[in-house]
């Protein structure tokens, strides 16, 4: 028997029992749907969070100062002695407090952060309007009571109007408005835009927390990433007397490569959870070829009779087997696109489609309907041609 004609017979044979196969393809459908729409999703998810990682820089060290003993905190003066370090382009001690600004009636509830001019280039913020200079080096020195508002609490306080130059109150106390942040957007940590930042030295008073409790520092590149934590720890272990739990640094690449770990085995469950439906797909599509033997018996007889071989039997039912697999593959590919568009529209998150994993659910269903189709082309094959024809 030729492909060809056996793919003939089989397309045949699904037209003369339409709902039927359709019904034995829906395992298959729902399965195949399910791998590429879960999946999508994963990747999707995973390729955000990289982002996300990427966008507060990979050469990036997170300082948390956790205390040891009476000492909670790391004096200014030595967190701005990183930026000293070799290799270490931006360093930025913060405190981060939550506040509330008024601006005449309107008012917000917001992030206010303390720190130093090299924050704002650290974590990728540009200037809207407002001086050259975020925070200056006279306004830590002098506790000027100046701040840079994001772009959503200057919305929310001032609507459409420029903020620069007027007076806010933070917690009740009067500061003059220096600079207005262009919009940066969201991130996995929540909004970037909805924040106040005045000096470090200033906060430190109105908060009357005196020290840094975190520190950003920013290598020149990766190269220099491993050197510049080196030093830092060593200097940490020096003023904290070898403390280790005093203290920690957080690599950023390092976080980048557990995120994306963590994302790699969640799209892996997703696929395999969705892939059990591939596999009560291939259980149907064994059942109905198990009727679909047993209805043709006199047929397969018939066929024998005339001088058909049991190879050419075999692969009748077997291309059949394949064809209503593949079909159903086809017919999934197009469900999980579909759910993932709409998932994508609904929860406002990207689907990520790779080529490689819409083949894959093709060939893994192509694969389902070899493996459950051998047994009933294989017992269709071995029947006899005279026990065949008597069959009522």
Same mark, same amino acid.
């Given at each position: 028997?030729?492909?060809?004609?056996?793919?003939?017979?089989?397309?045949?044979? %699904?037209?003369?029992?339409?709902?039927?196969?359709?019904?034995?393809?829906?395992?298959?459908?729902?399965?195949?749907?399910?791998?590429?729409?879960?999946?999508?999703?994963?990747?999707?998810?995973?390729?955000? %969070?990289?982002?996300?990682?990427? +966008?507060?820089?990979?050469?990036?060290?997170?300082? #948390?100062?956790?205390?040891?003993?009476?000492?909670?905190?790391?004096?200014?003066?030595?967190a701005v002695q990183f930026a000293g370090i070799e290799g270490v382009e931006y360093a930025a001690p913060y405190n981060s407090n939550n506040a509330t600004l008024k601006?005449?009636?309107?008012?917000?509830?917001?992030?206010?952060? *303390? =720190? #130093?001019?090299?924050?704002?280039?650290?974590?990728?913020?540009?200037?809207?309007?407002?001086?050259?200079?975020?925070?200056?080096?006279?306004?830590?020195?002098?506790?000027?009571?100046?701040?840079?508002?994001?772009?959503? =609490?200057?919305?929310?306080?001032? *609507?459409?109007?420029?903020?620069?130059? &007027?007076?806010?109150?933070?917690? *009740?106390?009067?500061?003059?408005?220096?600079?207005?942040?262009?919009?940066?957007?969201?991130?996995?940590?929540?909004?970037?835009?909805?924040?106040?930042?005045?000096?470090?030295?200033?906060?430190?008073?109105?908060?009357?927390?005196? *020290?840094?409790?975190?520190?950003? /520092?920013?290598?020149?590149?990766?190269?220099?990433?491993?050197?510049?934590?080196? &030093?830092?720890?060593?200097?940490?272990?020096?003023?904290?007397?070898?403390?280790?739990?005093?203290?920690?640094?957080?690599?950023?690449?390092?976080?980048?490569? =557990?995120?994306?770990?963590?994302?790699?085995?969640?799209?892996?469950?997703?696929?395999?959870?969705?892939?059990?439906?591939?596999?009560?797909?291939?259980?149907?599509?064994?059942? /109905?070829?198990?009727?679909?033997?047993? &209805?043709? =018996?006199?047929?397969?007889?018939?066929?024998?009779?005339?001088?058909?071989?049991?190879?050419?039997?075999?692969?009748? $039912?077997?291309?059949?087997?394949?064809?209503?697999?593949?079909?159903?593959?086809?017919?999934?590919?197009?469900?999980?696109?579909?759910?993932?568009?709409?998932?994508? +529209?609904?929860?406002?998150?990207?689907?990520?489609?790779?080529?490689?994993?819409?083949?894959?659910?093709?060939?893994?269903?192509?694969?389902?309907?070899?493996?459950?189709?051998?047994?009933?082309?294989?017992?269709?094959?071995?029947?006899?041609? /005279?026990?065949?024809?008597? $069959?009522?």
């Amino acid at each position: 028997m030729h492909f060809a004609q056996g793919l003939k017979m089989a397309f045949k044979s %699904i037209r003369s029992n339409k709902l039927r196969s359709i019904l034995t393809m829906l395992g298959v459908i729902i399965g195949v749907g399910s791998v590429i729409a879960l999946v999508g999703i994963g990747q999707g998810a995973s390729k955000q %969070i990289e982002e996300q990682v990427q +966008s507060l820089g990979t050469n990036l060290l997170t300082v #948390n100062i956790l205390g040891r003993g009476v000492t909670s905190t790391l004096a200014y003066e030595e967190a701005v002695q990183f930026a000293g370090i070799e290799g270490v382009e931006y360093a930025a001690p913060y405190n981060s407090n939550n506040a509330t600004l008024k601006y005449g009636t309107a008012g917000a509830g917001v992030n206010v952060i *303390g =720190t #130093n001019a090299d924050y704002f280039p650290l974590r990728g913020y540009e200037l809207a309007a407002g001086r050259f200079m975020f925070i200056t080096q006279i306004d830590l020195d002098f506790h000027q009571k100046v701040a840079v508002l994001g772009s959503a =609490t200057a919305e929310e306080l001032f *609507g459409s109007e420029n903020p620069v130059g &007027e007076y806010v109150r933070i917690n *009740g106390v009067r500061y003059k408005v220096v600079g207005l942040l262009a919009e940066k957007g969201s991130s996995a940590l929540g909004s970037n835009d909805e924040l106040a930042v005045i000096p470090l030295t200033t906060a430190e008073r109105m908060f009357r927390s005196k *020290g840094v409790r975190s520190v950003y /520092i920013q290598a020149e590149s990766m190269d220099a990433l491993d050197a510049v934590q080196a &030093e830092v720890e060593a200097r940490l272990a020096k003023i904290f007397r070898n403390g280790d739990d005093a203290y920690r640094v957080f690599n950023q690449a390092d976080m980048l490569e =557990t995120a994306a770990s963590v994302s790699g085995t969640l799209s892996l469950a997703l696929g395999g959870i969705a892939g059990i439906s591939l596999l009560v797909g291939g259980i149907g599509i064994m059942n /109905i070829m198990l009727v679909s033997v047993t &209805e043709r =018996t006199r047929e397969i007889g018939i066929r024998k009779a005339i001088g058909a071989k049991k190879r050419d039997i075999l692969m009748q $039912f077997l291309i059949e087997s394949v064809t209503i697999s593949a079909l159903g593959g086809l017919l999934g590919v197009g469900l999980g696109l579909a759910a993932g568009r709409a998932v994508s +529209s609904l929860v406002k998150i990207d689907v990520v489609h790779s080529a490689d994993m819409i083949a894959l659910s093709m060939g893994f269903s192509i694969l389902i309907g070899v493996v459950f189709g051998m047994y009933p082309a294989n017992k269709a094959a071995n029947l006899k041609p /005279i026990d065949a024809l008597r $069959f009522e």
